[in-house]
């Protein structure tokens, strides 16, 4: 167990609705990563949060949105759903100080199909 | 941009045996970190081993060793005495700096035969 968590597990949206998917970070983390993982496929960047900042986005549309909290849980927000935003979304956890590179630690992931 | 590239989109290995997933990338920085990952049928991504770039040094975890050539930009994971539960995908994956994103290969598919 790596001490990330998301809510919910799965999810069935119509296309055009809105969802929000959320993350708890490890204990004594900042920073909180966004991935996108289609079926068969290696996980996509959508942003990373650092300290309730967006710090980094990949090549995701603006209904593609998020916040971090004080505590350093995590929100992710996708408006006007489209059957292609079906997929696995992981967030991924880790602390970063000044230059370090530090191992993320991901999440057990949310489930979302679109119909 | 950093890419990352996984040739064996699926392998198999005999349990008790030894197998090697490869792993190449493409960067041009010189202090960067590289990651294996498994993620089985439950989903969870889990980190397996990690290496530092600035260490010659392979590094090992238990069963699973790294060879790490850095001219070569080649990362490949050897998982010695194979067992049932290392099914699973394997992903590698690239870290430039903390707050830059991870940047993954496709997979490779392991499969383990009793």
């Known amino acids: 167990e790596t001490g990330v968590t998301q809510s919910p597990t799965h999810l069935i949206k119509t296309r055009g609705q809105q969802v929000t998917l959320r993350c708890s970070s490890q204990s004594g983390h900042n920073t909180v990563s966004w991935y996108q993982q289609a079926l068969g496929q290696g996980p996509q960047f959508i942003f990373q949060?650092?300290?309730?900042?967006?710090?980094g986005r990949g090549n995701f549309p603006p209904r593609f949105s998020g916040l971090q909290f004080p505590n350093y849980s995590s929100e992710l927000n996708v408006n006007a759903l489209e059957l292609d935003d079906s997929a696995l979304y992981l967030c991924?956890?880790?602390?970063?100080?000044?230059?370090?590179?530090?191992?993320?630690?991901f999440g057990p992931g949310t489930r979302l199909l679109v119909l | 941009a950093q890419t990352v590239t996984q040739s064996q989109p699926e392998m198999s290995v005999q349990e008790a045996e030894t197998v090697t997933l490869s792993c190449t990338y493409d960067t041009s920085e010189s202090d960067y970190y590289l990651f294996w990952y498994k993620q089985p049928p439950s989903r969870q991504m889990i980190l397996v081993i990690r290496?530092?770039?600035?260490?010659?040094q392979n590094a090992t975890e238990n069963r699973f060793s790294v060879n790490f050539q850095k001219a070569a930009k080649s990362f490949s994971l050897k998982i010695s005495d194979s067992q049932l539960g290392d099914a699973a995908m394997y992903f590698c994956a690239y870290l430039w700096s903390g707050n830059t994103p991870l940047v993954f290969g496709k997979g490779t598919r392991l499969s383990v035969i009793a």
């Open positions: 991924a956890s880790s602390l970063v100080q000044g230059a370090g590179k530090e191992t993320q630690y």
């Open positions: 290496q530092e770039a600035y260490k010659q």
């Open positions: 949060y650092y300290r309730e900042e967006e710090n």
